[in-house]
């Protein structure tokens, strides 16, 4: 599964607007902890290794090159085994995975909290969140079977956005906001490397 989303920033009023005629899942927290190297090559790569209230999940950026429909949205291949991380990362099976990243050289980069508001609307799934680093954002998203669908999706969610009256400028997730505030020197690296690449 290939997950498409946009990120935003809006306010109070817009967030009423953007519940009006969705369903309310419900209201949850939860933790998160990332895990790179100390020169971040994962994140460099916009690779994200993290365990949410002890469960692992890899988010791989997936090229959103050569469409201009794409430009405006993310795209990550998750991947929630253990067994999975290990073989994408080429960790071998000693001890935990924490442990065992722990040998490889990985260790926490962020650690923070998140209160979410989730909804559904129509296809799409909307999460409010308002993280313990003073942090909020919105993720409106929807997973791709394939990546035949990705196009199909991105247009949806842009004219969702537009619908909404939110705005389609590049928005930080939580966790590169988190470096950008708690580690200015590695977040400038991100930037660059980031821009070398064709990344964000």
């Known amino acids: 599964m290939i997950e498409v989303e946009k990120k935003f920033r809006i306010s109070k009023s817009k967030?009423?607007?953007?519940?009006?005629?969705?369903k309310f899942i419900g209201e949850f927290s939860f933790s998160d902890t990332y895990y790179d190297k100390?020169?971040?090559?994962?994140?460099?790569?916009?690779?994200?290794?993290?365990?949410r209230d002890g469960k692992w999940q890899l988010k791989i950026g997936e090229d959103d090159s050569?469409?201009?429909?794409?430009?405006?949205?993310?795209?990550?291949?998750?991947v929630v085994t253990e067994g999975?991380?290990?073989?994408?990362?080429?960790?071998?099976?000693?001890?935990?995975?924490?442990n065992d990243l722990g040998r490889e050289g990985y260790a926490p980069i962020a650690t923070f909290t998140t209160v979410r508001r989730k909804y559904t609307k129509g296809s799409f799934s909307i999460d409010v969140d308002e993280a313990?680093?003073?942090?909020?954002v919105v993720e409106v998203e929807c997973f791709a079977k394939d990546r035949g669908q990705i196009e199909k999706i991105?247009?949806?969610?842009?004219?969702?956005?537009?619908?909404?009256?939110l705005d389609l400028k590049e928005v930080h997730g939580k966790v590169v906001e988190y470096i950008k505030?708690?580690?200015?020197?590695?977040?400038?690296?991100l930037q660059d490397a980031w821009k070398a690449a064709g990344i964000h």
């Open 154 to 165: 991105s247009e949806e969610l842009i004219e969702f956005a537009k619908e909404h009256e």
């Open 38 to 51: 100390s020169s971040y090559p994962l994140a460099k790569k916009d690779i994200w290794l993290r365990s």
């Open 181 to 189: 505030q708690h580690d200015p020197e590695n977040y400038t690296s």
């Open 15 to 22: 967030e009423q607007n953007l519940a009006k005629g969705a």
């Open 66 to 78: 050569g469409s201009e429909t794409k430009k405006f949205m993310d795209y990550y291949e998750e």
């Open 84 to 98: 999975g991380i290990r073989k994408i990362l080429g960790i071998e099976h000693y001890d935990s995975l924490a």
């Open 132 to 136: 313990s680093f003073g942090y909020d």
